[in-house]
């Protein structure tokens, strides 16, 4: 198991994967790095890049976005990153797309495009920890009131809530 992404060595050993080939062949800079860890391969895209990324897994044959979530490492920068879980039923591989997302300008592009089902998930992570997801159809919040001032998976929010 690696600690520490390490994208020669994984891509020596994975390369072969429908979804870095893919990567690879259409967009090469999109793929910063690249990891295998716990028995699934993790992706690390350049946030411009996202959207043509799920649309080029897809493409290889992954077709089920499991999740979309996000990782708070406040102080370090980049602050966030959003993740994507993505299955293959076909190939019974998963994927996971890792995007590192700056707190200055904490967006990334939608992929609901892509994956329709991605809009509620996107609004999850929106609403708790504040990433606009540029081109998303509805974001607006969705578990807190409209009201509520801030984000409250954010690590920096206070625990009794902004008075």
């Known amino acids: 198991m690696q600690d520490a992404y390490d994208k020669a060595a994984v891509l020596a050993k994975y390369g072969a994967n429908p979804a870095i080939q893919a990567i690879q062949a259409a967009q090469p800079d999109a793929l910063l790095d690249a990891k295998f860890d716990r028995g699934e391969l993790t992706l690390k895209i350049a946030r411009e890049h996202i959207r043509a990324a799920a649309t080029l897994v897809q493409k290889a044959g992954y077709n089920f ?12 920068e980049p602050r966030f990153q959003v993740i994507y879980h993505i299955l ?16 200055i300008d904490p967006e990334v592009d939608s992929i609901t495009p892509v994956w329709p089902s991605a809009d ?7 609403d708790l920890f504040g990433i606009r997801f540029g081109g998303h159809p509805n974001l ?14 954010r690590k920096d929010y206070p625990v009794e809530g902004y008075r």
């Open 120 to 126: 509620f998930y996107e609004r999850e992570v929106f």
């Open 65 to 76: 976005l499991e999740d979309v979530t996000c990782v708070d490492y406040y102080p370090l």
């Open 140 to 153: 607006r919040r969705i578990m807190m009131p409209d009201e509520w001032e801030g984000h409250p998976l």
């Open 88 to 103: 293959s039923h076909r190939l019974k591989a998963r994927v996971r797309l890792a995007v590192p997302v700056e707190s």
